[in-house]
């Protein structure tokens, strides 16, 4: 069974976050939605919220979407002007000199989505007209030639880059203004690929990583074309070669996504019970293998999973309804080392 070592650095960090929690206090401990599944999982969380992050104004506030090995993490904020901001959390949440803000050249907002073991960072960034475009962050986000920008599409409308492996291999979703759907593409140095994740020529694909074994995910399904809010979705996992290995809705939820799968195949996620207002319902999850889900809801509002590391760390968000809080979550560490099982589609644990 691999069990991956743990860097000095994300050591530190565990031992300061469960010094912050002990001195600081915690969220209340995740408790599972109704159903059948297995206990809550012993988890240490420690909140984070960016320190110029509008906090006070629903909508707003801080969001963790990506996070390596060495514990260092990335997201995005809304300030009190409104404006989006990306940024790199390295170091110590609470200390606001930990916090790197991540703002593409001239972009009217930036979000940074994930976070490779390199260092290397994408996410998107938009124009004047409102249009996303991908980029490559390799160095410092200061240095403005530190910024690659990444457009796919003919013309390209909309393009999000949401993952980037160790071997630099990125992944993402872009509007196909010929196919008028979104599409996944993955780029290999030079080498671009474009994907469906479903045979069905109106679904959209909506591509939210790639791990070190090749593995890509996110979700698929039907999406209402204005507010891009999705009307069913199917979590899926594709292999190296893009072929599907696994295709599944939790809870008879019409929308379930994978947002991160680690080296030892441990998903996290989320899922909707209510498709059509997306602040009620809405839960983190986490799959082990052939366990049945686990849901995780952290404190009171509504929790996405963003990303999970292979020391079992996960980041996320909660209360679509409020401002968002980011969190940091450190699990029981003898539970996250388990092969991925290929799921059939639909099934409910």
Do not use: W
């Not at 475009?133 to 409308?157: F, K, M, Q």
């Not at 699990?331 to 388990?338: A, C, G, H, V, Y």
């Amino acid at each position: 069974m691999h069990t991956p070592h743990k860097p000095p650095y994300l050591t530190a960090l565990i031992l300061g976050v469960a010094l912050i929690i002990l001195l600081y206090g915690v969220i209340p401990t995740p408790a599972a939605v109704a159903g059948p599944g297995p206990a809550p999982i012993p988890l240490l969380v420690q909140p984070i919220t960016h320190p110029n992050a509008d906090q006070e104004t629903a909508g707003r506030g801080t969001r963790l979407i990506g996070l390596n090995n060495q514990g260092q993490m990335v997201g995005r904020y809304v300030d009190a002007d409104g404006l989006v901001h990306g940024f790199l959390l390295q170091g110590d949440p609470t200390l606001p000199e930990a916090f790197r803000d991540i703002d593409f050249p001239g972009a009217q907002g930036t979000e940074a989505f994930a976070i490779n073991n390199q260092g290397q960072i994408v996410g998107v960034y938009f124009d004047a007209a409102g249009l996303g475009h991908g980029y490559v962050l390799d160095g410092d986000p200061a240095d403005p030639e530190a910024y690659t920008p990444i457009d796919v599409g003919d013309p390209p409308l909309n393009t999000y880059v949401s993952g980037i492996n160790d071997e630099g291999v990125i992944v993402g979703s872009f509007m196909d203004a010929r196919e008028e759907r979104v599409r996944g593409f993955r780029l290999t140095g030079t080498l671009l690929e474009i994907f469906d994740a479903s045979a069905e020529p109106t679904d959209a694909t909506i591509v939210n990583g790639i791990n070190n074994e090749g593995l890509i995910y996110g979700g698929y399904g039907e999406f209402d074309p204005i507010l891009g809010q999705p009307h069913t979705c199917l979590a899926y996992a594709l292999d190296p070669n893009l072929n599907p290995i696994s295709r599944f809705a939790l809870e008879d939820a019409p929308v379930t996504v994978i947002m991160g799968i680690n080296a030892d195949g441990v998903m996290s996620g989320f899922y909707d019970l209510d498709a059509e207002d997306d602040t009620q319902g809405t839960h983190g999850f986490l799959l082990f293998g052939d366990e049945p889900v686990n849901p995780i809801d952290i404190g009171e509002g509504q929790t996405v999973i963003s990303a999970i590391n292979d020391m079992g760390a996960f980041v996320g968000f909660n209360n679509f309804s409020e401002a968002s809080v980011g969190f940091l979550a450190l699990t029981n560490p003898q539970r996250i080392f388990l092969p991925l099982i290929a799921r059939d589609a639909n099934l409910t644990p």
